[in-house]
């Protein structure tokens, strides 16, 4: 077995590449650990509170930018891309439907943590197989790193105005993931940002989380209400958050790179029936278990059934008057949480408000339709 002062390290970086495509990532990339430059916006962003109620991103200060902090003896981080979106992802479709409940895209099939830390488990031993003195870390989302930093450093992409990495020829449709090892690799190098004057994914957002190009207040930002955030959401969101349950793709959804994303064939990432394109009324009627069933191996799973029963709650706020959503709103009342019960009786509101709404519009409907008849008859137009 080949130690370090032995092996080639332009071609295990070849390998490593050819052995991270077998392994199912799209594009795999080199970087160094250098992210001083990124130490300066991280301080300003956690200054300004923007990372809301989520203190582990304070706690872990500048270890972030400083990966030889997190992991001793890191020379290098090879940066990972997975694609995950499927042949029917129904945006649109059911966005529009404000009956029906929003997942992001991301969340609808497997927990990619899983899928992803295990792949680069694998792609670890396979180069410690041709490096005994390799060591190694992998990360998926779940400690202090940079990936976005990382991700641009590697030639992954760029990152864009809503804070996302783009690839030209993947859109933003992808998950990363990282590997720290010791072994001085040579490195990829960035590749030319191309958002240009784009500004379509700050005026999409629907509750103005991007406050600026590069910059998100996760306090505003649906994804961080509906799986972040533990408590109350403010009143003045909820109307803003739609029919999203969990999650938000706006900010893609908008984005003219997208257009080039390409379908993934990881079955794992396909949606679940269970989850994709339900009515809000069948969601929120799961009990816990049926809640701890449908999102077996799912990332859902972490947010619990109390936010997710809150979620939908606040979705069915925005809807349109429905007396079936009246009832089981009511039903769930009765027994209902103290995180939950406020966004019940806020949704109940809304209904009441929604169906006086309605009751006009149908009276005025009712009014506008006789008055026709009247007009097509010669009639006085008070008959």
């Not at 479709?93 to 609808?108: F, P, Q």
Request: glycine share 6%; net charge positive.
């Amino acid at each position: 077995m080949s130690t370090i002062y032995s092996v080639d390290l332009v071609q295990l970086t070849n390998d490593i590449k050819a052995w991270g495509r077998k392994l199912g990532f799209q594009q795999v990339g080199i970087s160094d650990i250098d992210l001083s430059k990124h130490e300066s916006a991280l301080q300003q962003w956690l200054d300004n509170g923007y990372h809301g109620d989520m203190a582990y991103m304070e706690s872990h200060g500048m270890k972030r930018s400083r990966p030889a902090e997190l992991v001793p003896g890191t020379l290098r981080v090879i940066s990972v891309r997975m694609d995950y979106l499927p042949p029917d992802a129904s945006f649109a479709t059911n966005l529009n439907d404000d009956k029906k409940g929003y997942v992001s895209r991301y969340a609808l099939g497997r927990d990619y943590h899983k899928v992803i830390r295990k792949r680069l488990k694998q792609l670890a031993d396979k180069i410690r197989a041709a490096c005994s003195d390799l060591e190694s870390r992998p990360f998926v989302d779940s400690a202090p790193v940079l990936e976005h930093a990382i991700a641009e450093k590697a030639g992954i992409g760029w990152t864009g105005k809503h804070s996302l990495t783009l690839n030209r020829s993947a859109g933003s449709w992808f998950f990363l993931g990282e590997l720290f090892i010791n072994l001085p690799l040579p490195t990829d190098s960035p590749v030319e940002e191309g958002c240009g004057s784009c500004t379509a994914c700050l005026t999409i957002c629907p509750t103005n989380a991007i406050v600026a190009p590069y910059k998100v207040d996760a306090r505003k930002c649906i994804s961080y209400l509906t799986i972040e955030y533990d408590g109350i959401i403010p009143e003045a969101l909820r109307p803003l958050m739609g029919n999203r349950i969990y999650g938000c793709d706006d900010c893609q959804l908008i984005c003219p790179w997208n257009r080039y994303a390409t379908l993934t064939e990881e079955a794992d990432f396909y949606p679940r029936e269970a989850l994709h394109g339900r009515s809000l009324i069948d969601l929120f009627s799961w009990g816990e278990e049926e809640f701890l069933s449908h999102t077996e191996g799912s990332a859902i799973r972490r947010i619990g059934y109390q936010k997710w029963l809150r979620n939908i709650a606040v979705a069915m706020g925005n809807a349109g008057y429905d007396e079936k959503i009246e009832a089981i709103l009511l039903t769930r009342l009765k027994n209902a949480s103290t995180l939950v019960k406020p966004h019940i009786e806020w949704a109940l509101s809304q209904q009441l408000k929604n169906k006086a709404l309605q009751s006009q519009r149908s009276v005025a409907l009712r009014k506008t339709l006789r008055l026709t008849r009247a007009i097509e008859k010669g009639l006085p137009r008070d008959a």
